[in-house]
């Protein structure tokens, strides 16, 4: 049985041929459908690696398998490979969002002083030349 947005078999039969093969040379890799799956997982609910659920296998294995499938461009081809035969037979709905909010500083976070900055001298006052820090001596 397949679980909520994980691959199904004629989803797999698509994926498959793209994928580089199981590396024989040290330890065997984790099986690429269940990587692909918890790779899937990560993206759709957006939650950290670390939380990925235990049936897809250790998250350290997943991050860097897609690390190393975006380096190759494995990641891409098969994106394109399931993006263009979806939308060519009307099973892909495309949704976008945009996010518009915008963020401000408060009016004292662009600049102004902060206490222990100010000046220990007076500076002279540009229109008469005078300390401006006080009333003037005459």
């Known amino acids: ?6 691959l199904t078999d004629k989803a797999w039969a698509v994926i498959e041929p793209l994928l580089p093969p ?3 040379g040290g330890r065997r890799w984790r099986d690429h459908r269940q990587v692909i ?3 899937l997982w990560k ?7 670390r939380d990925l659920p235990d049936r ?11 690390r ?4 190759d461009g494995t990641w891409e081809k098969i994106l394109d490979r399931v993006i263009v035969k979806d939308d060519a037979v009307g099973e892909l709905e495309w949704i976008t969002s945009v996010d518009s ?14 206490k222990g900055d100010a000046a220990t001298e007076p500076k002279p006052s540009p229109a ?5 820090a006080g009333p003037a001596a005459d």
């Not at 049985?1 to 994980?6: N, S």
């Not at 897809?56 to 897609?66: D, V």
């Not at 909010?101 to 902060?114: D, E, L, T």
Request: aromatic share 8%; proline share 4%; hydrophobic share 35%.
């Open 37 to 39: 799956n918890a790779i």
């Open 43 to 49: 993206l759709r609910t957006g939650a950290p690696w």
């Open 101 to 114: 909010s915008v963020v401000r500083a408060h009016q004292h976070a662009a600049g102004a002083r902060k």
């Open 22 to 24: 199981v590396q024989g």
């Open 128 to 132: 008469t030349g005078k300390d401006s």
């Open 68 to 71: 190393l499938w975006t380096k």
């Open 1 to 6: 049985m397949v679980g909520r947005g994980e």
């Open 56 to 66: 897809y296998g250790p998250w350290k294995t997943a991050h860097e398998r897609l």
